[in-house]
T-cell receptor
Framework: DAGVIQSPRHEVTEMGQEVTLRCKPI?????LFWYRQTMMRGLELLIY????????DSGMPEDRFSAKMPNASFSTLKIQPSEPRDSAVYFC?????????????FGSGTRLTVV | SQQGEEDPQALSIQEGENATMNCSYK?????LQWYRQNSGRGLVHLIL?????REKHSGRLRVTLDTSKKSSSLLITASRAADTASYFC?????????FGPGTRLSVLP
């Protein structure tokens, strides 16, 4: 398996533009997590899905952020409109149903810069 | 929240020395994990220790867990320059794992 695949690796966009980050989890993993990492706040859980259903989105900072998982092999995180404070590295991670016993597999992340 | 807290925030050692990082947490846990993050990369799962375990080994890694003190330690023996990375502990907060702020380890050649 190629692991968790995220795209793009880097994204530079202007304030006010829409940004879409993509994630392909490991086949067979039931859980998918979106994290944001910054120097100031560390790793923050934004939202996670179980069997394509959003379970907890309490970490999504505001209505400008939305996430979808239309099928078991694809998820998107969208920011509209983007703001400079959204600049961060966004990680996607997946895990099997027994996540407590196996931990998470992370993608390489998308570094987002909003200017 | 259940967030673990790593200590120290940063650690610098010479190649060949041992590196010890600690993690403290506030409430009862089922499992605790350690992850490594190389610069510009995602986190990589290193080891998981369950609440009924006291010690686990994986290669040059040794993890201990003291549930009475609500703390865990990660020991890297005979460190190498390639061990330079940030190390995070993650505690299960019920619905998912919560990550601490990490320890930045620098291994100097």
């Amino acid at each position: 398996d190629a692991g968790v695949i995220q795209s793009p690796r880097h994204e530079v966009t202007e304030m006010g533009q829409e940004v879409t980050l993509r994630c392909k989890p490991i086949s067979g993993h039931d859980y998918l997590f979106w994290y944001r990492q910054t120097m100031m706040r560390g790793l923050e859980l934004l939202i996670y899905f179980n069997n394509n259903v959003p379970i907890d989105d309490s970490g999504m900072p505001e209505d400008r952020f939305s996430a979808k998982m239309p099928n078991a092999s694809f998820s998107t995180l969208k920011i509209q409109p983007s703001e400079p404070r959204d600049s961060a590295v966004y990680f996607c991670a997946s895990s099997p149903s027994s996540w407590k016993n196996y931990g998470y597999t992370f993608g390489s992340g998308t570094r987002l810069t909003v200017v | 929240s259940q967030q673990g807290e790593e200590d120290p925030q940063a650690l610098s050692i010479q190649e060949g020395e041992n590196a010890t990082m600690n993690c403290s947490y506030k409430t009862s846990i089922n499992n605790l994990q350690w992850y490594r993050q190389n610069s510009g990369r995602g986190l990589v799962h290193l080891i998981l220790i369950r609440s009924n375990e006291r010690e686990k080994h994986s290669g040059r890694l040794r993890v201990t867990l003291d549930t009475s003190k609500k703390s865990s330690s990660l020991l890297i023996t005979a460190s190498r320059a390639a061990d330079t990375a940030s190390y995070f502990c993650a505690t299960d907060g019920g619905q998912n794992f919560v990550f601490g702020p990490g320890t930045r380890l620098s291994v100097l050649p």
